[in-house]
């Protein structure tokens, strides 16, 4: 029998929960142990036999882990995390500030080519799944336009980056998508959309005591990467309704290429999501390209890469035989 994945989590917040709820569907893997910055007594697994460790402990584990999958923030964890664990680790993170991923991976690629380990970034749904319909519709239609739409649902990422603004208590954001735009290049229009016209954010945000509304808003509103393209709406709203009407997390999203073939044929190609969990989604990608980075490692392919650089099979826990019978 091949030995299971020994999988290590940094960082236990809903992205860590559905990492551990996908390795525990994964027959092929074992959780090791959690790795956290809070004290591991407070830290409440799915599965209460599960090890948590403090982070700085981490070091002492690297023998005993195969992969680790990095489950903090992009706005202020990643950056930090993932080029230093590298130096010791294989991981995979879910690093989604597309306009700075060449930065992350070049602050990657390094220490993980001097360490010799192999080093995932920016793996999810998107970046990650989506990424890699971008390429497939251009690939497929060269003449043609790419258009990605997102939600509405309520987005991880720019919510984590609500709730590090100063006088925020908590927060969540909704990506809200045009329907009018949707539909324009569903119909094959291929209408030039500005980052205005195609989506919205919503902010439903919960102050600190003594906290200035209007200086929250703004901070919130002129965020560069996050919300200063975009028109944002910033809702204050208490504690209580953050709990009660917000704590579902759900998602998706859409992307489109729209192009001519031949003596000008009309090509539509779609990609859809339609997530009752974010976290949940999003914690299975990175599982599923956790694998591949371990058999990337053992084939001794070392240094940072992306979701286009990895073949879907490395993906499945099924061999390549059984992919060619069963799927292809």
């Given at each position: 029998?091949?030995?299971?994945?020994?999988?290590?989590?940094?960082?236990?917040?809903?992205?860590?929960?559905?990492?551990?709820?996908?390795?525990?569907?994964?027959?092929?893997?074992?959780?090791?142990?959690?790795?956290?910055?809070?004290?591991?007594?407070?830290?409440?697994?799915r599965?209460?036999?599960?090890?948590?460790?403090?982070?700085?402990?981490?070091?002492?584990?690297?023998?005993?882990?195969?992969v680790?999958?990095?489950?903090?923030?992009s706005k202020?964890?990643?950056?930090?995390?993932?080029?230093?664990?590298?130096?010791?680790f294989?991981?995979?993170?879910s690093?989604?500030?597309?306009?700075?991923?060449?930065?992350?991976?070049?602050a990657?690629?390094?220490?993980?080519?001097?360490?010799?380990?192999?080093?995932?970034?920016?793996?999810?749904?998107?970046?990650?799944?989506?990424?890699?319909?971008?390429?497939?519709?251009?690939?497929?239609?060269?003449?043609?336009?790419?258009?990605?739409?997102?939600?509405?649902?309520?987005?991880?990422?720019?919510?984590?980056?609500?709730?590090?603004?100063?006088g925020?208590a908590g927060?969540?954001?909704?990506?809200?998508?045009?329907?009018?735009?949707?539909?324009?290049?569903?119909?094959?229009?291929?209408?030039?959309?500005?980052?205005?016209?195609?989506?919205?954010?919503?902010?439903?945000?919960?102050?600190?005591?003594?906290?200035?509304?209007?200086?929250?808003?703004?901070?919130?509103?002129?965020?560069?990467?996050?919300?200063?393209?975009?028109?944002?709406?910033?809702?204050?709203?208490?504690?209580?309704?953050?709990?009660?009407?917000?704590?579902?997390?759900?998602?998706?999203?859409?992307v489109?290429?729209?192009?001519?073939?031949?003596?000008g044929?009309?090509?539509?190609?779609?990609?859809?999501?339609?997530?009752?969990s974010?976290?949940?989604?999003?914690?299975?990608?990175?599982?599923?390209?956790?694998?591949?980075?371990?058999?990337?490692?053992?084939?001794?392919?070392v240094?940072?890469?992306?979701?286009?650089?990895?073949?879907?099979?490395?993906?499945?826990?099924?061999?390549?035989?059984?992919?060619?019978?069963?799927?292809?």
């Amino acid at each position: 029998m091949t030995a299971q994945i020994r999988i290590g989590i940094v960082g236990y917040g809903n992205l860590g929960r559905g990492v551990e709820a996908a390795i525990d569907r994964s027959s092929d893997m074992q959780l090791v142990g959690v790795y956290t910055r809070r004290d591991p007594a407070t830290v409440e697994t799915r599965d209460p036999e599960i090890a948590v460790y403090r982070m700085d402990v981490l070091t002492e584990h690297t023998n005993d882990i195969d992969v680790l999958i990095l489950c903090g923030g992009s706005k202020n964890d990643l950056p930090a995390q993932s080029p230093e664990l590298a130096t010791r680790f294989n991981i995979v993170d879910s690093f989604d500030t597309h306009a700075r991923i060449p930065e992350h991976f070049a602050a990657v690629d390094a220490p993980a080519r001097t360490a010799g380990t192999t080093a995932l970034i920016s793996a999810g749904w998107d970046p990650g799944m989506f990424s890699l319909n971008r390429v497939f519709g251009e690939a497929l239609l060269p003449d043609g336009d790419t258009y990605t739409f997102w939600g509405r649902g309520l987005s991880q990422g720019h919510s984590d980056a609500i709730r590090r603004v100063a006088g925020v208590a908590g927060g969540v954001q909704y990506t809200v998508p045009s329907e009018t735009a949707i539909a324009a290049v569903r119909a094959g229009d291929r209408p030039e959309l500005t980052t205005r016209q195609k989506h919205t954010r919503d902010c439903f945000v919960v102050l600190d005591d003594g906290a200035d509304a209007d200086a929250t808003r703004q901070a919130i509103v002129s965020m560069p990467d996050y919300f200063a393209d975009y028109d944002t709406t910033v809702t204050f709203i208490t504690a209580e309704e953050l709990a009660r009407d917000h704590s579902a997390m759900p998602h998706g999203g859409f992307v489109i290429r729209s192009g001519v073939t031949g003596d000008g044929a009309t090509q539509t190609v779609e990609y859809s999501l339609t997530l009752g969990s974010n976290p949940e989604f999003t914690a299975s990608v990175l599982v599923a390209y956790a694998r591949a980075v371990h058999r990337m490692s053992i084939a001794g392919q070392v240094g940072a890469y992306t979701v286009y650089d990895i073949a879907p099979g490395l993906l499945s826990p099924k061999s390549p035989e059984q992919l060619r019978a069963e799927l292809l």
